[in-house]
């Protein structure tokens, strides 16, 4: 069989205080005309769905819309499991009736085990969960991290296994090795750690949703889709789209999605981009994010480029060292305060503190020490 | 054919602080046995569902889990409508797919105006709604509130009636002289104003939500069901249950639902209330309102009770006036604050303002006033 899949749609997600509801519609519209030019005979969300656990009533009712057109109005099957983004249990609202058109929605663990079964291919929809949840399931208080609570969850979907069909995994987590974006929230900081890639290699594909680039992992068959808008800067050279996946012979190729507005990195001067020959180039429904190569103090800077891309969503000195760079991950959190100060002080300056600097840090840092009563 | 007209459900409500997900659900099942044991061929749920628009993911859940059970479970057909406290998008999520099952659930006004047929009857599901959503429908500014609008819709409904049926209206508003207890907002204020039973006469029944109490309206064919439960002291002595409605011959009996846990008045002393004989009687898990009938201070009187009445909700003077029983509907809002406050004094004391509280009055909203720029 041919499927689509797509994940990340993040409904209701706004970029920089801009609401995305057009784009998104945009984007939609051309993952329905890619289904039906296909002739995919199922459309694969592998979570996040919604942008938040509590959505907006416009959010609401926008993916309503869209499973609608989808699902009730082109016929296809879909095939979703809820994401960290979600909240499982609004999501899960009427989900009982949607089989019946063939809409396969699983937003807890138990469903998950049992596959959704096609003519010549089986569906595990596994949605985003916590160790706790498959400690509870399977009885089993040894399944403290992500990684033994998978193996435990992949053993008991194989004994599902039907020998004469393909069996495809769709899950929404992070896959060791795969490179991360600024838009996926760090869901393996506390709670979901890194899942390594060789537990799912029984599997004929494994359609995965959580990060936002589609080459996040270098897999054949074990692949992110990837959003269907860029949400940050650091996406803003992805190509964006859907896999087209053909499971038996195998085959995967990937369809482009485009952007109604597209979001753009600027690393100029501002004299260069206040100048008719640049600004003229852009949309002015473009997501504009500004690198300025400048080092000189220009006052105002944000709103005077505001007249010029109404649609700035960023600003940054394209010299010195930049906050996103800063690699969190390595901080040693187990050095004191003052020695933190210094050191992040540093990274964004590429200086040391003064001596006078060292002064006020170290009354401030004892100030506060006193006030928490330490 | 035969239905239960039941109404309010209110989940996710909390009763001072105490949550209600015990006494729900023990309701829900003498709803959904007195539906088996009447032999209902539907069941009516006219507004309210939940609480608030924005519900909590134990009360989407607990919903979610009662509709499965009456509707997919017990196969009865539900005709369902969103009140005031329901958010219609929220609500409306899954809704083209319930109607497979019989579970019939209109959100918005549009889709009132075609009825759910049954063999014998015709069901009209109008939600709550606003004069603005007949406007936009029916394109007609002339409708600027809630009689003319509704006047206009049930003209609408009467061109799709079929003289071969009967014809049932689900509805969510407030009938002119209908009886209120305390727990309703008072949704007529700004927006939903009375309306006339006269437009509600060519219906052979009217199956009403908003008003928790049953006897609000005097009607042989017009009724609210009240809420399953006592959500406030004014409805301590009320009766709450179901309707059971015969269309054809007509009939309509009242089948009590009995609380899991009574809400009870005690007018008594703090003496009569600390006495064993007292509180030996009234179960611990009773939610007891105390009106106090001495006339002394007490200290801490509130935690003292609340040893013998863990539930206590709540705590008045029996003698001096209360504050529910100002009539908040004839406050003349024209009168300027000084004045207005002094009657306020008035009406809860029964003293006058003293010269020395009219001066501390005075400088408190001259200050007000200075602050607000008055």
């Known amino acids: 069989m041919r499927f689509l899949h797509t994940a990340d749609w993040h409904i209701g997600k706004k970029l920089h205080g801009f609401d995305l509801?057009?784009?998104?519609?945009?984007?939609?519209?051309?993952?329905?005309?890619?289904?039906?030019?296909?002739?995919v005979d199922a459309v694969v969300?592998?979570?996040?769905?919604?942008?938040?656990?509590?959505?907006?009533?416009?959010?609401?009712?926008?993916?309503?819309?869209?499973?609608?057109?989808?699902?009730?109005?082109?016929?296809?099957p879909i095939l979703a499991i809820s994401?960290?983004?979600?909240?499982?249990?609004?999501?899960?609202?009427?989900?009982?009736?949607?089989k019946a058109t063939q809409y396969f929605l699983t937003t807890n663990l138990a469903e998950a085990i049992q596959p959704v079964e096609f003519e010549d291919t089986q569906f595990f929809l596994l949605p985003y969960f916590q160790p706790y949840q498959a400690r509870n399931l399977f009885e089993d208080a040894s399944l403290n991290d992500i990684e033994t609570a998978?193996?435990?969850?992949?053993?008991?979907?194989?004994?599902?296994?039907?020998?004469?069909?393909?069996?495809?995994?769709?899950?929404?987590?992070?896959?060791?090795?795969?490179?991360?974006?600024d838009s996926e929230t760090k869901i393996e900081v506390g709670g979901l750690n890194a899942v390594p890639d060789k537990l799912l290699q029984d599997f004929d594909y494994v359609a995965l949703g959580h990060l936002h680039n589609k080459d996040a992992l270098r897999q054949e068959r074990i692949k992110y889709?990837?959003?269907?808008?860029?949400?940050?800067?650091?996406?803003?050279?992805?190509?964006?789209g859907v896999w087209i996946v053909d499971?038996?012979?195998?085959?995967?190729?990937?369809?482009?999605?485009?952007?109604?507005?597209?979001?753009?990195?600027?690393?100029?001067?501002?004299?260069?981009?206040?100048?008719?020959?640049?600004?003229?180039?852009?949309?002015?429904?473009?997501?504009?994010?500004?690198?300025?190569?400048?080092?000189a103090i220009i006052p105002d800077?944000?709103?005077?480029?505001?007249?010029?891309?109404?649609?700035?969503?960023?600003?940054?000195?394209?010299?010195?060292?930049?906050k996103n760079e800063i690699d969190r991950e390595n901080v040693n959190l187990d050095l004191d305060p003052m020695q933190l100060l210094a050191n992040f002080f540093h990274e964004i300056t590429?200086?040391?503190?003064?001596?006078?600097q060292k002064k006020w840090a170290a009354e401030s840092l004892s100030k506060l020490e006193k006030e928490r009563g330490l």
């Not at 329905?32 to 296909?38: D, G, R, T, V």
């Not at 994401?83 to 949607?98: C, K, P, Q, V």
């Not at 992949?154 to 991360?180: C, I, Q, R, W, Y």
């Not at 800077?301 to 930049?322: D, F, T």
């Open 21 to 39: 509801v057009e784009e998104q519609n945009a984007a939609f519209e051309q993952v329905k005309k890619i289904a039906l030019e296909q002739k």
């Open 83 to 98: 994401g960290n983004h979600d909240s499982a249990a609004r999501l899960d609202t009427g989900h009982e009736w949607f």
């Open 301 to 322: 800077v944000m709103n005077n480029l505001r007249n010029y891309y109404p649609r700035i969503i960023s600003l940054e000195r394209a010299y010195g060292r930049e």
């Open 225 to 240: 889709s990837g959003s269907l808008l860029k949400f940050s800067t650091s996406e803003a050279d992805l190509q964006k």
């Open 150 to 181: 998978l193996k435990r969850i992949v053993e008991e979907m194989e004994t599902k296994f039907d020998p004469k069909k393909k069996h495809v995994l769709v899950a929404h987590f992070f896959v060791a090795g795969s490179s991360k974006t």
């Open 247 to 295: 499971t038996d012979p195998f085959k995967c190729i990937f369809v482009p999605v485009i952007p109604l507005h597209d979001l753009i990195v600027l690393t100029k001067s501002y004299q260069e981009l206040i100048s008719p020959e640049m600004f003229n180039q852009i949309s002015p429904e473009s997501y504009v994010a500004v690198k300025l190569t400048d080092k």
């Open 45 to 76: 969300i592998a979570g996040d769905l919604y942008d938040r656990a509590l959505p907006s009533e416009a959010a609401v009712e926008q993916l309503n819309q869209m499973i609608i057109e989808l699902n009730l109005k082109l016929g296809k």
């Open 350 to 356: 590429d200086e040391e503190l003064s001596a006078e």
